[in-house]
């Protein structure tokens, strides 16, 4: 995207000469009028009706002419007026710190829609259902790969937000598996991922916010929780409600500087 548009010299003059002219043009008609105002009326003996006379004339035509000149100059000038506004405007944006920027977007403008089929997630019906879904299958392959993912929101029936796994997790979490010699890492499931305190309190290390919040409260909430990268707009606005939408750090970083 190009810098704000430059008004050329060429532009410049032709845009001054037409201004000029028109206005030539407008006093001069004006004042032809007010002649052939003057010539109509002078041989009417009555001094009200001279006056009645030029008024007229006047009256119907002036503002014809006012409206034509201010359409003329407002279609060569209005441009350059947008351009200058344009302008004033970026750079005052750019003059906003990241938290300003923040305060003025409102949460469900950028968060990811929960319903929507672009939205990958997995639900979890009954915390039994975690025992029988495949890390490395299920999980990895089905979702995650699949659909070029690094995140994996887990919601219940309900559409209540319960973790948001991330795949550096999941990785390290079978490589330690392996390390172990223990269970295979086919075998590995959700439930032993979860059976895992450390792990499952970082999933579930998620912010809440209502519909109503801007895009500051996330980062505040972000900011106070090492581990909290995610955030979800639920209806009410706390973690026993539905979730409408997803909002990840990189969106608040990229909110920010925008």
Same mark, same amino acid.
């Given at each position: 995207?190009?810098?704000?548009?430059?008004?050329?010299?060429?532009?410049?003059?032709? &845009?001054?000469?037409?201004?000029?002219?028109?206005?030539?043009?407008?006093?001069?008609?004006?004042?032809?009028?007010?002649?052939?105002?003057?010539?109509?009326?002078?041989?009417?003996?009555?001094?009200?009706?001279?006056?009645?006379?030029?008024?007229?004339?006047?009256?119907?035509?002036?503002?014809?002419?006012?409206?034509?000149?201010?359409?003329?100059?407002?279609?060569?000038?209005?441009?350059?007026?947008?351009?200058?506004?344009?302008?004033?405007?970026?750079?005052?944006?750019?003059?906003?710190?990241?938290?300003? &920027?923040?305060?003025?977007?409102?949460?469900?403008?950028?968060?990811?829609?929960?319903?929507?089929?672009?939205?990958?997630?997995?639900?979890?019906?009954?915390?039994?259902?975690?025992?029988?879904?495949?890390?490395?299958?299920?999980?990895?392959?089905?979702?995650?790969?699949?659909?070029?993912?690094?995140?994996?929101?887990?919601?219940?029936?309900?559409?209540?937000?319960?973790?948001?796994?991330?795949?550096?997790?999941?990785?390290?979490?079978?490589?330690?598996?392996?390390?172990?010699?223990?269970?295979?890492?086919?075998?590995?499931?959700?439930?032993?991922?979860?059976?895992?305190?450390?792990?499952?309190?970082?999933?579930?290390?998620?912010?809440?916010?209502?519909?109503?919040?801007?895009?500051?409260?996330?980062?505040?909430?972000?900011?106070?929780?090492?581990?909290?990268?995610?955030?979800?707009?639920?209806?009410?606005?706390?973690?026993?409600?539905?979730?409408?939408?997803?909002?990840?750090?990189?969106?608040?970083?990229?909110?920010?500087?925008?």
């Amino acid at each position: 995207m190009t810098d704000n548009p430059q008004i050329s010299d060429e532009e410049a003059i032709a &845009r001054s000469k037409i201004g000029r002219h028109v206005t030539y043009f407008a006093l001069t008609v004006t004042g032809l009028l007010g002649f052939v105002a003057i010539l109509v009326a002078i041989n009417e003996t009555s001094v009200e009706k001279r006056f009645i006379y030029v008024k007229d004339i006047l009256t119907i035509v002036l503002p014809l002419i006012g409206t034509w000149v201010g359409t003329v100059l407002a279609f060569y000038f209005s441009r350059e007026n947008f351009v200058a506004a344009s302008r004033q405007t970026a750079d005052l944006v750019r003059q906003l710190t990241p938290e300003q &920027r923040l305060q003025s977007i409102p949460v469900t403008e950028v968060m990811l829609d929960m319903t929507a089929s672009t939205t990958t997630k997995l639900l979890l019906s009954t915390p039994g259902d975690a025992e029988k879904i495949k890390l490395k299958t299920d999980l990895i392959e089905a979702l995650l790969e699949k659909n070029n993912r690094n995140r994996l929101p887990i919601v219940d029936s309900a559409g209540k937000a319960l973790f948001v796994l991330h795949r550096s997790f999941i990785d390290k979490f079978l490589v330690k598996l392996a390390q172990g010699g223990g269970t295979s890492l086919a075998d590995a499931t959700l439930k032993d991922l979860l059976a895992q305190e450390e792990l499952k309190t970082i999933f579930q290390s998620f912010a809440t916010v209502g519909k109503d919040a801007k895009l500051i409260a996330i980062k505040l909430a972000m900011d106070g929780n090492p581990n909290c990268s995610d955030a979800f707009v639920t209806e009410d606005g706390t973690k026993g409600s539905k979730a409408l939408g997803w909002i990840t750090n990189v969106i608040v970083q990229e909110k920010s500087v925008a």
